[in-house]
């Protein structure tokens, strides 16, 4: 028997079946589709839905002082992800870096890229 792979891991509710008068080869074809069925069943089963992040949101404002402060941020979840540049020293409009601890989680809109929020 040969095993077949798909290229595509699309999951599709129905799968063509083969009918013909030769029931042996028939059964034997279907018996194929049929573990290929199951194995979909399976698979789709244990395929999570990602857990969705709001995005995060600078808290409040900072005023220069001459020392480094740290920038707040609303939505933020350090179990969750990481943010990088959110200590600011000089006046000036910062970034900062927000990106994802794992790939259980996407963004509220549908993304997994680090998100810059100002």
């Known amino acids: 028997m040969k095993n077949y792979t798909p290229s595509s891991a699309t999951y599709r509710d ?3 079946i083969v009918e013909s008068n030769d029931t042996v080869s028939v059964n034997n074809a279907n018996a194929a589709v049929k573990q290929l069925i ?5 698979i789709k089963a244990a395929i999570t839905e990602l ?15 001459g020392k480094a402060q740290t920038q707040y941020f609303i939505n933020y979840d350090s179990s969750k992800m990481t943010v990088s540049n959110n200590v600011k020293t000089n006046v000036g409009t910062y970034t900062a870096v927000f990106t ?3 790939n259980n989680y996407m963004w509220s809109d549908n993304t997994t890229a680090p998100k810059e929020v100002s």
């Open 14 to 16: 129905t799968i063509s």
């Open 38 to 42: 199951e194995n979909d069943i399976v």
């Open 51 to 65: 857990e969705k992040l709001s995005i995060p949101v600078a808290y409040g404002s900072l005023t220069y002082n």
């Open 100 to 102: 994802l601890n794992s």
